[in-house]
């Protein structure tokens, strides 16, 4: 069974600075697939970012990237130059072409201050 | 542009009544999902379609059905809706390979049981 776990439930960070919200997750499957989402407080879930787990390369999308230790089982994600409009809640998510499905982590809430 | 819509947005309900939520994509995606949200629980995955005539179930899925009679729509459906079920919930499609292509979400509903 894979499993997604998000440690902080909350966090803060000033305009323009940058911020990392961890994930590590568990799964026994080879080839799988970590997510990040975005839920501003629209409700709307967009995603962030994508990573290949048999990629070395962490994956950027302009001022979001990835650190993805395959060996610790971690993924964080880190936002550059911050912006009001980060302010969001943000879900770490795995999925495997063997099950089919995406399990979900708690979600952290980032409040970006001007 | 292709989208997901959900119907209704909000909904209030009392206990025991049968309730039906409408998702409906225009993505032509063969797999559909079903979640509810709940604080501190993140997404936890109701039912999944992989095609017409196909239903699954998931990790959440008591007191809940789904059925697939075309490939646009995946309604879900609360036998005899109770106080637990009030949440928000969410609708997603993906592409050819579930659980490692990108997920695309609707706007979500959210659900109050009286």
């Known amino acids: 069974a894979q499993t997604v776990t998000q440690s902080q439930p909350e966090m803060s960070v000033q305009e323009a600075e940058t911020v990392t919200l961890s994930c590590t997750y568990d799964?026994?499957?080879?080839?799988?697939?970590l997510f990040w989402y975005k839920q501003p407080p629209s409700r709307q879930m967009i995603l962030v970012i994508r990573?290949?787990?048999?990629?070395?390369q962490n994956a950027t999308e302009n001022r979001f990237s990835v650190n993805f230790q395959k060996a610790a089982k971690s993924f964080s994600l880190k936002i550059s130059d911050s912006q009001l409009g980060d302010t969001a809640m943000y879900f770490c998510?795995?999925?495997?072409?063997?099950?089919?499905?995406?399990?979900f982590g708690q979600g952290t809430t980032l409040q970006v201050k001007p | 542009d292709a989208e997901i819509t959900q119907s209704p947005r909000h909904k209030i309900t009392e206990t025991g009544r049968q309730v039906t939520l409408a998702c409906h994509q225009t993505?032509?995606?063969?797999?559909m999902f079903w979640y509810r949200q709940d604080l501190g629980h993140g997404l936890r995955l109701i039912h999944y379609?992989?095609?017409?005539?196909?239903?699954n179930k998931g990790e959440v899925s008591d007191g809940y059905s789904v059925s697939r009679s075309n490939t646009e729509d995946l309604p879900l459906t609360l036998e005899s809706a109770a106080s637990s079920q009030t949440s928000v919930y969410f609708c997603?499609?993906?592409?050819?390979?579930?659980?490692?292509?990108?997920?695309?979400f609707g706007p979500g509903t959210r659900l109050t049981v009286l």
């Open positions: 997603a499609s993906s592409g050819d390979r579930p659980g490692t292509d990108t997920q695309y």
């Open positions: 799964t026994s499957e080879s080839n799988y697939y």
């Open positions: 990573q290949e787990a048999y990629k070395q």
């Open positions: 998510a795995a999925g495997s072409s063997n099950t089919g499905k995406l399990i």
């Open positions: 993505w032509n995606h063969n797999n």
């Open positions: 379609s992989y095609g017409v005539q196909d239903t």
